[in-house]
T-cell receptor, first 115, second 111 residues
Framework: DSGVTQTPKHLITATGQRVTLRCSPR?????VYWYQQSLDQGLQFLIQ???????AKGNILERFSAQQFPDLHSELNLSSLELGDSALYFC??????????????FGPGTRLTVL | GDSVTQMEGPVTLSEEAFLTINCTYT??????LFWYVQYPGEGLQLLLK?????DKGSNKGFEATYRKETTSFHLEKGSVQVSDSAVYFC??????????FGSGTKLNVKP
């Protein structure tokens, strides 16, 4: 158990809908990262937050947005969903921002199925 | 841009065989390099890491050396076990704290 929790575990929805994925980092970790894992594109880094502020952006679509709240939990919002958004979405957390000892701890993931 | 390329799987080995999973990278600057392992139905776990050239990361019998001259970070283990069966991901942390992962290599170890 990494200490990172994600809810829900599974999500099934229809095209055009909007969903919110939630992540609680390990106790004391200030950074949260979001990743998308799909069969055709592998594991893609989406976005990182550090202590409530966006710090790094990867291949995140404009239909997707994220935020980190004062209690450090994070939410990833996916809107106007398409079939191709079906994937496993991972959250990871780490203690530091760019320290050389920065280690990411991954949650179990949320499996999103868009029908 | 930065990227990671790792050998395609699946790799199938017998127990106690020697394992090598190749990983090469392209990066500007001085990236940190990582190997993660994903067991079925679970998230990724950090296996080992190296933060500068010639560093060797090691954990649970696995090793990888950061080779700047060949831009490689190959994963090795001298004697694999059935419990090592999983998907292995090579990754780098590049400029602006962005992370890039390889496509993953599935390892099957047979008794």
């Amino acid at each position: 158990d990494s200490g990172v929790t994600q809810t829900p575990k599974h999500l099934i929805t229809a095209t055009g809908q909007r969903v919110t994925l939630r992540c609680s980092p390990r106790s004391g970790d200030l950074s949260v990262y979001w990743y998308q894992q799909s069969l055709d594109q592998g594991l893609q880094f989406l976005i990182q937050y550090y202590n409530g502020e966006e710090r790094a952006k990867g291949n995140i679509l404009e239909r997707f947005s994220a935020q980190q709240f004062p209690d450090l939990h994070s939410e990833l919002n996916l809107s106007s969903l398409e079939l191709g958004d079906s994937a496993l979405y991972f959250c990871a957390s780490s203690a530091l921002n760019q320290g050389i000892t920065d280690t990411q701890y991954f949650g179990p993931g949320t499996r999103l199925t868009v029908l | 841009g930065d990227s990671v390329t790792q050998m395609e799987g699946p790799v199938t080995l017998s127990e106690e065989a020697f394992l090598t999973i190749n990983c090469t990278y392209t990066a500007t600057g001085y990236p940190s390099l990582f190997w993660y392992v994903q067991y079925p139905g679970e998230g990724l776990q950090l296996l080992l890491k190296a933060t500068k050239a010639d560093d060797k990361g090691s954990n649970k019998g696995f090793e990888a050396t950061y080779r700047k001259e060949t831009t490689s970070f190959h994963l090795e283990k001298g004697s694999v076990q059935v419990s090592d069966s999983a998907v292995y991901f090579c990754a780098l942390r590049g400029n602006f704290n962005k992370f890039y992962f390889g496509s993953g290599t599935k390892l099957n170890v047979k008794p």
